[in-house]
C-alpha cells in the first residue's frame, strides 16, 4: 500500500478558484449527483430518523454541505459537525446550512483528524462525499478505523466516492462511461457553456492529487475496522456508495 503522506495544501483544493468552480457546476460533471444525495437520506431515514429526535451527524469533507442540506429534508432538527481542509469550502456551507442546525465547523485535514481527540464517542450518523480518494490506502484505513469508533453502536457511514477499477482495461471503460454521461446531460439540458466539462474524466485520471482505491480493498477496511452489514448501495462506472453499520 502507497504510505506517502497526502499534503492538502499542495492540491488543488486550496485553490480558492477551483474550488469556487467546483461548487458552482459540481451538478453537471457529478453523475447523479441529486440521485446519490436521496439516496444517502433514504438510508439516513431508514436507519436514524424515528431512533433519535435530534441526531448528530458529521457531514466529513463537507463542501458546500450538501449532504447535510439533504439531510435536513429528512429530519430539521439534526446537529451536524460540519470538517473540511478548505476554510473557502466551511464557508459556503455556512451559507447554505441553517446555524440552528450547525453544531461545529471545523478546519482539519483528514489527517490531522483521524488523530485528533475533537470529537466524543456519539455520533449517530456519518456521511463523505468525493473527498475520502485523496487519501492514500494506509491513511484510508486509518480513516474507517477512527470513524467506526465515534459511532454509537447502531450507527451509519457512507462514503460517496471514485474508486480504481480491478484491471486497467475496466478503469478505461469507467473514464468512457463518465465522459458520456457528461456529454448527454449537457446536450439533453441545452447549456449555454464555452467549453463542455467532458474534459474532466482525463483531468481526474491525470490529477495526482487523486488517489482512489479499489472498491473491494475498501469494503474490506470497513470490515476490518468493525462494520457489519457493510455493502455497496450504487455503482455508475467508477462513482460509488458503500458504507455499513456499527
Known amino acids: 500500500m502507497d504510505n506517502s503522506i497526502t499534503n492538502f495544501s499542495n492540491s488543488h483544493w486550496a485553490d480558492n478558484d477551483f474550488v469556487n468552480g467546483y461548487l458552482s457546476d459540481g451538478d453537471i460533471f457529478i453523475p447523479q449527483r441529486k440521485q446519490v444525495l436521496q439516496l444517502i437520506s433514504l438510508i439516513f431515514s431508514f436507519y436514524i430518523k424515528d431512533k433519535y429526535n435530534i441526531p448528530t451527524i458529521i457531514d466529513l469533507g463537507c463542501g458546500a454541505g450538501v449532504v447535510t442540506k439533504a439531510l435536513l429534508e429528512v429530519n430539521n432538527n439534526l446537529q451536524s459537525i460540519l470538517i473540511d481542509a478548505s476554510e473557502h469550502m466551511l464557508d459556503s456551507a455556512r451559507n447554505n446550512i441553517p446555524a440552528k442546525n450547525i453544531r461545529d465547523t471545523i478546519n482539519i485535514t483528514f489527517q490531522d483528524f483521524y488523530k485528533s481527540s475533537l470529537i466524543e464517542d456519539n455520533v449517530d450518523f456519518i456521511a463523505s462525499s468525493l473527498a475520502i480518494h485523496h487519501l492514500n490506502d494506509i491513511e484510508k484505513d486509518h480513516l474507517y478505523k477512527y470513524v467506526h469508533s465515534k459511532l454509537k453502536p447502531g450507527g451509519m457511514f457512507v462514503n460517496f466516492d471514485p474508486v480504481l477499477a480491478s484491471s486497467p482495461e475496466l478503469e478505461e471503460l469507467n473514464l468512457v462511461i463518465w465522459k458520456e454521461w457528461i ?32 472498491l473491494d480493498s475498501q469494503l474490506e477496511m470497513l470490515k476490518n475496522a468493525g462494520f457489519s452489514d457493510v455493502t455497496v448501495y450504487y455503482k455508475y462506472g467508477l462513482f460509488c456508495l458503500f458504507g455499513g453499520k456499527k
Open 183 to 214: 456529454l448527454n446531460l449537457e446536450s439533453k439540458l441545452n447549456l449555454n457553456i464555452e467549453k463542455s466539462f467532458d474534459y474532466m474524466p482525463a483531468h481526474y485520471k491525470s490529477n495526482t492529487d487523486n488517489n482512489p482505491g479499489t
